[in-house]
């Protein structure tokens, strides 16, 4: 005798559980996005002072680069075609 026939609330669990061949209705959208939210929030921790700044410094580094690139290339652009802004 397997689990499911001793015990039917074994089974009845696993007919609540995701069967990918049902698609998921929007509740259940809904409850496993707040389910998976509050496990990353769990794990998740308050960064201290040096990891602040190391994340800080590279974001203000990426912002200058790309800020940088789109300059170049408004001023190729404005030296190539002429016009004005």
Known sequence: MDETQENPQIHHEESQQFNPNQPETKWQKLKSF????RR????T??????EFMTVFKVTAIGTLIIGAMGFIIFMIKQLLFGGTI
């Open 34 to 37: 707040f389910k998976e939210s």
């Open 40 to 43: 990353v929030l769990r794990v």
């Open 45 to 50: 921790k308050k960064p201290n002072k040096e």
